[in-house]
């Protein structure tokens, strides 16, 4: 009965080391971010700036809670939409000079 009992409690805690931390993903996340409101993407491009904002924090809320499979999607997401906002904001800022 007792190897049982630690054949479950070592498989359950392999499955847990399985997932890695999406650290990197998170880094480019919050670098990308940044750099779109330096950008001022807030003003120029509201909505994709918006969506990356949501992202970025749905990924954080997933790292704290452990979901690293979500916070990865979420960050991949995030960082996307924070190019995307990014550009948009310095394109309209160069075509209105």
């Known amino acids: 009965m007792l190897r049982w009992q630690a054949l479950l409690l070592l498989l359950l805690l392999s499955c847990g080391l399985a997932t890695t931390r999406p650290k990197q993903e ?38 704290k809670r452990k979901y690293f499979n979500k916070a990865k999607q979420y960050a991949t997401l995030s960082t996307k939409f924070s190019e995307k906002a990014e550009y948009a904001a310095i394109k309209k800022v160069t075509l209105d000079n």
């Not at 001022?40 to 904002?53: D, G, I, N, T, Y």
């Open 26 to 63: 998170m880094s480019l996340a919050q670098a990308a971010f940044l750099a779109a409101k330096a950008a001022k993407a807030e003003v120029h491009s509201p909505q994709l700036f918006r969506k990356a904002e949501i992202y970025y924090l749905k990924a954080k809320s997933a790292y």
